[in-house]
């Protein structure tokens, strides 16, 4: 099983920067071999939305929505997935997620973290 615990959220003002962190790790001896990592988010009443995604290549992928304003960028020594957050807006305020494909094994969700951005 793999295990991913984001950290970094909080409350910002709009404008501000936040920068989000996900490692993976395991509990159980698997040895890690992550390939793909994304974040999402989530909003009250919304459909959970792909923000940002990275290949453990190095090769990006952004929503229109995030695009010029968030980067996504990994360690693979640290098996860790990071989401740089600036000119946040308050539309922005959502729980935010991470993911993470494992080789041979699965898609793997972190629990969430809260992000509020207050005008």
């Known amino acids: 099983q793999v295990q991913l615990v984001e950290s970094g959220g909080g409350l910002v003002q709009a404008g501000g920067s936040l920068r989000l962190s996900c490692e993976a790790s395991?509990?159980?001896?698997?040895?890690?071999?992550?390939?793909?990592m994304g974040w999402y988010r989530q909003a009250p009443g919304k459909q959970r939305e792909l923000l940002a995604g990275?290949?453990?290549?190095?090769?990006?992928y952004y929503a229109d929505s995030v695009k010029g304003r968030f980067t996504i960028s990994r360690d693979n020594a640290e098996n860790t997935v990071y989401l740089q957050m600036n000119s946040l807006k308050t539309e922005d305020t959502a729980i935010y997620l991470c993911?993470?494909?494992?080789?041979?094994?699965?898609?793997?969700w972190g629990q969430g973290i809260q992000v509020t951005v207050s005008s």
């Open positions: 395991s509990a159980s001896g698997l040895t890690l071999s992550i390939n793909d």
């Open positions: 993911n993470a494909r494992q080789a041979f094994s699965g898609l793997y």
């Open positions: 990275i290949t453990r290549e190095g090769r990006t």
